[in-house]
């Protein structure tokens, strides 16, 4: 018997499907939605591989049920971490996030 598996994950994750837009650094936009999030990164499935280590950015917006006020909509930068491929045209891709901005409607 193996010792338990420990979490690596420092941050609580929460299996959350919100509509994304993601930029990569060679300018390419994509439409995506989140399979989970956390304070700390996020997880999402787009069409195409993209390189581990890559620059991203990303603007999502949280609904009223999380911020328990109004939608609001954060800009995020970040680094992609992991790449899966699931198959054809179905790529897992986790990125951390290392900065962030709250978007006002204004």
Avoid: W
Avoid at 19 to 42: C, M, N, W, Y
Avoid at 51 to 56: D, K, L, V, W
Avoid at 78 to 90: F, L, N
């Amino acid at each position: 018997m193996g010792e338990p598996q420990q979490e690596q994950r420092a941050t609580r994750r929460f299996a959350l499907r919100l509509p994304l837009t993601v930029k990569f650094a060679h300018g390419e936009e994509k439409e995506a939605q989140t399979r989970d999030v956390s304070a700390r990164g996020i997880s999402f499935f787009i069409d195409n591989v993209v390189a581990e280590g890559s620059p991203i950015e990303f603007t999502l917006t949280l609904p009223p049920e999380i911020t328990l006020t109004e939608s609001i909509r954060v800009h995020c930068k970040g680094r992609v971490v992991r790449v899966e491929q699931h198959a054809p045209g179905r790529v897992g891709i986790a990125a951390i996030i290392e900065r962030y901005e709250f978007l006002s409607d204004t």
